[in-house]
């Protein structure tokens, strides 16, 4: 049988990958390129989205080219993105008023603490399924309306429109702005249940609903075709998206109620399959959609995330000049038996789920004269599942089903240590999938759906094999002791400010 191709964007927070995939799953080639992460003043994060679509449109070229087929022989593309991150441009010209605000920037916190004055949590979780934070798209608009002049003079014409990473591709490569329902709910002004821009969200934060891109569903539909002048030289229909992490748990076959992925990249995003149901999260996670068929109910999921997760790795090496490299940091960590009781909570930009405080700080915690470098590189990659821990432990109390296993996906499942520490510390297996692209593979899932190269979510099952396991060895008394200890050094850093 003759294999068929789906191409997948994956615009991140540091690069922009495009991926071609056969009919199987399995990766036909890749390209990748990283972009500039730009600091303006300490807890904003900026990204030039001009050098991301060059970047995009060099990807796309190269992948093609390395995999020697025919751009016409892609019957699909798909689109998975860095979600909260908002770039506001014209539609006419397609050019950007202001640089993308990324979801990482904190600029919109003096926003949301006015918010909370105005009106209850309560309110916004029920209208949204979010907590008040920074971190979501509505407070980075709401911030620019007030603060960038010339998004200010366009705000309320047409023209303008405050585009997700996922909307601004498909502008770029369609013509047409649309977010799909995974996207669309990171905003802070979708409706959770109705999956439509919300009316009172949108009149609290001063947002016109013509400045929003349009919400369509994330597999099922064609949003349009990519041009023969464009990166792909030929028309492609472009026609599944998922904002990253729903991509991954798309990728990762969690099709079924109760079924968890975590990804661990820059951040580290812990979701859990709710199937139908609409669980509002008691324990600081945030209801998301995961996934909207065209014409069918949507499924959601309750998620957890984590700021602060591979770029502590980054910031051992880059910052502190610890270590060459990630392999380093792996071989220190793995030399010692444990951190000789150092833990690290890397509050850089404060703590999200399941605490939401954007005034903590980090924390070194439990420093002695014994430890080492090695000790010190042993709890950066514990800070990380410690982190995880939490979330699981949240899911948990708020779904009431019990999480047998993890899926993980992401640069971190590379470090070993970190894997056996994570299913130590959860006390269950944690598995590894043979292609690890999982965010991506999920867009083109979405995307081959939609024209037929895949029949179901049923057959996407039968594709999904397991690469690495790691079972649990440590006993409950240690973990209980560990868990202790990291709830202490958290409690510090909630203090600091």
């Known amino acids: 049988m003759k294999k068929e191709y789906v191409g997948a964007i994956d615009q991140g927070t540091t690069s922009t990958r495009f991926i071609i995939f056969d009919s199987e799953g399995m990766i036909v080639s890749s390209a990748q390129k990283e972009h500039r992460q730009i600091f303006p003043r300490p807890g904003w994060v900026e990204h030039d989205v001009d050098e991301i679509w060059a970047n995009t449109e060099e990807v796309i070229k190269k992948a093609i080219e390395t995999s020697g087929?025919?751009?016409?022989?892609?019957?699909?593309v798909g689109i998975t993105n860095q979600r909260e991150t908002i770039v506001p441009f014209s539609r006419k010209t397609g050019r950007k008023l202001h640089n993308a605000v990324v979801w990482q920037d904190l600029r919109g916190t003096e926003i949301i603490e006015?918010?909370?004055k105005e009106v209850p949590e309560d309110f916004i979780r029920e209208k949204t399924g979010l907590l008040y934070s920074p971190y979501f798209s509505a407070s980075k608009i709401r911030y620019l309306i007030e603060n960038a002049p010339k998004v200010r003079a366009m705000n309320g014409n047409p023209d303008l429109c405050y585009a997700s990473m996922d909307a601004y591709l498909a502008y770029k490569l369609t013509g047409r702005c649309v977010t799909d329902v995974t996207n669309a709910s990171r905003y802070m002004l979708m409706n959770i249940k109705t999956l439509k821009w919300d009316a009172e969200m949108l009149s609290l934060f001063g947002i016109n609903e013509v400045n929003l891109p349009e919400i369509v569903s994330s597999t099922g539909v064609v949003y349009g075709y990519t041009s023969e002048d464009g990166p792909f030289g030929a028309e492609i229909p472009l026609c599944g998206i998922l904002g990253d992490q729903q991509a991954a748990l798309f990728g990762q076959a969690c099709f079924d109620k109760g079924e968890s992925k975590c990804t661990y990249g820059t951040g580290c995003f812990m979701l859990s399959n709710t199937g139908d149901e609409l669980f509002l999260s008691k324990h600081g996670l945030?209801?998301?959609?995961?996934?909207?068929?065209?014409?069918k109910t949507p499924v959601y999921a309750l998620e957890g995330s984590v700021a602060v997760a591979g770029s502590l790795v980054q910031w051992t090496r880059d910052s502190l000049k610890m270590v060459k490299d990630a392999k380093e940091l792996d071989a220190l960590a793995e030399s010692v038996p444990d951190s000789a009781g150092v833990y690290i909570v890397p509050a850089f930009a404060g703590l999200f789920a399941p605490y939401w405080r954007s005034d903590a700080r980090g924390v070194i915690a439990g420093l002695t004269g014994f430890a080492t470098r090695a000790h010190i590189c042993r709890a950066v990659l514990e800070a990380t599942a410690f982190q995880a821990y939490d979330i699981f432990n949240a899911m948990t109390q708020d779904s009431g089903i019990t999480l047998k296993s993890l899926k993980v996906d992401g640069g971190m499942t590379n470090s070993g240590p970190l894997m056996a520490f994570q299913s130590d510390i959860l006390g269950v297996p944690v598995i590894r999938p043979q292609v690890v692209e999982t965010t991506a593979l999920?867009?083109?899932?979405?995307a081959g759906l939609t024209v037929g190269v895949w029949k179901s979510t049923d057959e996407l099952r039968e594709y999904w094999r397991e690469q690495l396991r790691w079972t649990p060895t440590m006993d409950d008394k240690e973990r209980e002791k560990k868990v202790g200890f990291w709830e202490k050094a958290v409690?510090?850093?909630l203090d600091w400010v």
């Open 286 to 295: 945030l209801s998301t959609v995961a996934y909207r068929a065209e014409g």
């Open 491 to 493: 409690s510090r850093t």
């Open 69 to 76: 087929i025919d751009p016409s022989e892609i019957k699909a």
């Open 442 to 446: 999920g867009a083109a899932y979405a």
């Open 114 to 116: 006015r918010m909370k």
